[in-house]
């Protein structure tokens, strides 16, 4: 059933190109890349709960945020229209590291647990290539963590471990 959602948002996207839009040519480019991760994401088994998350003190937001096998999962999409000499994931700087943990911290306080969860940091990094074709989509599993003074000190989240 996912697949007919897929194809059909796709189908919609691509459609909505044919007709004016009040959105930048930018910003269209991201909601598709954040449309393929979402699904991309869910194929994979990742429980998603929220998307586009913001909070009302900090600047930004998380694309996604998602569970995957017990670890509570903070996803940044970055998409690209075509396939250039740099990848979309080098655009997650660390003043964009800065805004995701910050907004990131004011989602686990809303979070009722006993324990903090184990967290994670990703990056889905998304090239839309040519219209027509399937885009290329890469997850970046723990791209990057916790590391500021600040997080460090609240002692609310565990770090997720991991190599890839």
């Known amino acids: ?5 897929r194809r059909v948002a796709r189908f919609l996207g691509a459609a909505s190109k044919h007709f004016r839009s009040a959105s930048p040519e930018h910003l269209l480019t991201a909601r598709c ?22 909070s009302a003190r ?11 096998e017990g670890v509570l999962c903070f996803v940044e999409v970055k998409t690209h229209s075509k396939l250039g000499m740099v990848p979309p994931e080098i655009a997650v700087d660390a003043e964009k590291k800065s805004h995701i943990r910050s907004v990131a911290r004011r989602y686990g306080r809303h979070l009722r647990t006993d324990q903090p969860p184990t967290c994670r940091f990703d990056v889905v990094s998304v090239v839309l ?3 027509g074709r399937e885009p290329t989509i890469r997850l970046h599993k723990g791209a990057f963590s916790w590391k500021s003074v600040d997080f ?12 890839s």
């Not at 059933?1 to 959602?5: H, Q, V, Y």
């Open 1 to 5: 059933m996912i697949w007919l959602i």
């Open 33 to 54: 890349g954040e449309m393929e991760a979402y699904f991309y994401l869910r194929s994979l088994g990742y429980r998603i709960v929220a998307k586009n998350y913001r």
């Open 58 to 68: 900090d600047h930004g937001e998380i694309d996604i945020i998602g569970w995957d």
């Open 129 to 131: 290539g040519e219209e």
């Open 152 to 163: 460090a000190r609240s002692g609310f989240y565990r770090q997720q471990r991991h190599s």
